[in-house]
């Protein structure tokens, strides 16, 4: 099943778990809608064929969503016994930190094999350098940006844009260096403040910028986009401009890299599974494919490198 925010990539790795299972025999159910699929047995037999031409397509042909009830024990309790019922040996999970720590609680409470495949565009799980949809994300925010950049620069404008990450500044950090934007806001940063980017933005006007952009996370603690760029027209009188980016970057075609790491999760996580691991989800660490306990989910969130932040700022000159 898929879960939670969907990610470009999830459908190659449907199609690897599907098509790894035939090749060793087992047999493959996809459930529909996430957790709320579960709950309300919503789902059926997967063949090769039914996945046929969604390596290449953004979203989930599983559908997903964020399931309110799997909190309650008594719902969740009932679920494994549905599962049981049906024959279920194991689940594989695409998604993010939510949809993982459901499945390490089902896993803990009623023994049923879970394993994890990353699938968020944040890229915001423990234990793993990169997340399915991240890459795709990442590359549909600059394009964007790029975009912005040409207009920006006939009018001589500075732009506040706003992109994903509600509690992660990923994309934010990794846009802005690839943009080459004068100044991120995200929030895991410890130490930014309006007057500080006051600061930096007239540095750069004084050097001779006379257009800027300021890249945003969607959770960033400064005040967000709108509000920012408010105080900025106030007090400065500048004609700036607010783009929030938004569902843009969850949607698309999955880059190259997505698809290989979607198809080889995929497989894996299958392989695993038959091979009698329990509860574990994949990632890769310094370009190694890693198998993590499925209960390092609850461990601290990755941060952008606080170096990648500040070298924003460095390279605007
Ligand atoms: O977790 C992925 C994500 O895209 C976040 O970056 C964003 O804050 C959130 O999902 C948006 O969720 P929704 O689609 O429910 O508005």
Known sequence: MTSGGDAPGMNAAIRAVVRQADALKVEVYGVWRGYQGLVDQEWRPLTTRACANI????????????????????????????????????????????????????????????????????????????????D????????????????????ERLFLVEVMGRSSGMIAVNTAIACGAEAVLYPEAEEHT????????????????????????????????????????????????????????????????????????????????????????LGVQNGEMVSIPLNRIHDKRPAPPKELAALAGILAR
């Open 194 to 281: 309006y007057e500080a980017l006051v600061v930096q933005l007239r540095a750069g006007w004084e050097r001779g910028k006379r257009s800027s952009i300021v890249v945003v996370a969607e959770g960033d603690t400064t005040g967000g986009a709108f509000q920012i760029g408010e105080r900025l027209r106030n007090d400065y009188g500048l004609d700036l401009r607010v783009v929030v980016l938004g569902h843009i970057q969850r949607g698309g075609s999955p880059t190259a890299l997505d698809r290989i790491y979607g198809s080889m999760w995929g497989s894996e996580a299958v392989k695993r599974l038959v091979a009698g691991e329990t509860s574990f989800y």
């Open 136 to 155: 795709t994300a990442l590359n549909t925010a600059v394009q964007a940006i790029d975009r912005i950049r040409d207009t920006a620069n006939a009018h």
């Open 55 to 134: 390596l290449q397509r953004g979203g989930t042909m599983l559908n997903t969503g964020r399931c309110q009830s799997w909190h309650l024990p008594a719902v969740r309790a009932q679920a494994a016994r549905d599962l049981r019922d049906a024959g279920v040996d194991a689940l594989v999970i695409i998604g993010g930190d939510g949809s993982f720590t459901g499945a390490e609680i089902l896993n803990r409470e009623t023994g049923i094999p879970c394993a994890g495949i990353p699938g968020t565009i944040d890229n915001d799980l423990p234990g793993t350098d990169r997340t399915l949809g991240f």
